[in-house]
T-cell receptor, first 114, second 112 residues
Framework: EAGVTQSPTHLIKTRGQQATLRCSPI?????VYWYQQALGLGLQFLLW???????NRGNFPPRFSGRQFPNYSSELNVNALELEDSALYLC?????????????FGDGTRLSIL | DQQVKQNSPSLSVQEGRISILNCDYT??????FLWYKKYPAEGPTFLISISSIKDKNEDGRFTVFLNKSAKHLSLHIVPSQPGDSAVYFC???????????FGTGTQLKVEL
């Protein structure tokens, strides 16, 4: 069974640009989560999508947004990039959003802002 | 406000011995707890979880203990193996929000 896949592995952008990160969940999983791990900090919850809808949002500005497609894959968009957005972005999926099911993570996209 | 705390940034254990990783939390609404292992350049790998209605859960070499009154959980690895060397994160979830709150991790090194 294929795990959570993320692309690209690395992404280099400059300040003010936009970044798009992609995630494919484990087959059969309907919930997708995004987390940010900045240098020296723990994993911080960004967004949760389930059945195509945004269900919960972490304490991040509106320039962080995303969507979930009918096939349950997801995109994370970061607009007006700032230096502090440099981080590892991790996507996770779970079989549903209603019960206590573990979230399974991909290997992340390393976003570097120059 | 660090709601999930792992106070030991690192732990060194000899191969074959028990590794005990600790985690404390402050939010009494947390009702589901998980442990993840992370190797460099990889995403976190789910190890084991426990619901707040239990106080112990075992899976092979891994056992998680939950002490709700102390707001404390621990992960026991017996016996420890060199391949267990990684960063271990505990995480917690409150109700149906599905947001995981993570600790800052403990680097475990299992020495030969």
């Amino acid at each position: 069974e294929a795990g959570v896949t993320q692309s690209p592995t690395h992404l280099i952008k400059t300040r003010g640009q936009q970044a798009t990160l992609r995630c494919s969940p484990i087959s059969g999983h309907t919930s997708v989560y995004w987390y940010q791990q900045a240098l020296g900090l723990g994993l911080q919850f960004l967004l949760w999508y389930d059945e195509g809808e945004e269900r919960n949002r972490g304490n991040f500005p509106p320039r962080f947004s995303g969507r979930q497609f009918p096939n349950y894959s997801s995109e994370l968009n970061v607009n007006a990039l700032e230096l502090e957005d440099s981080a590892l972005y991790l996507c996770a999926s779970s079989s549903d959003g209603a019960s206590n099911q573990p979230q399974h993570f991909g290997d992340g996209t390393r976003l570097s802002i120059l | 406000d660090q709601q999930v705390k792992q106070n030991s940034p690192s732990l060194s254990v000899q191969e074959g011995r028990i590794s005990i990783l600790n985690c404390d939390y402050t939010n009494s609404m947390f009702d589901y707890f998980l442990w993840y292992k992370k190797y460099p350049a990889e995403g976190p790998t789910f190890l084991i979880s426990i619901s707040s209605i239990k106080d112990k859960n075992e899976d092979g070499r891994f056992t998680v203990f939950l002490n709700k009154s102390a707001k404390h959980l621990s992960l026991h690895i017996v016996p420890s193996q060199p391949g267990d060397s990684a960063v271990y994160f505990c995480a917690a979830k409150a109700g149906g929000g599905n947001k995981l709150t993570f600790g800052t991790g403990t680097q475990l090194k299992v020495e030969l």
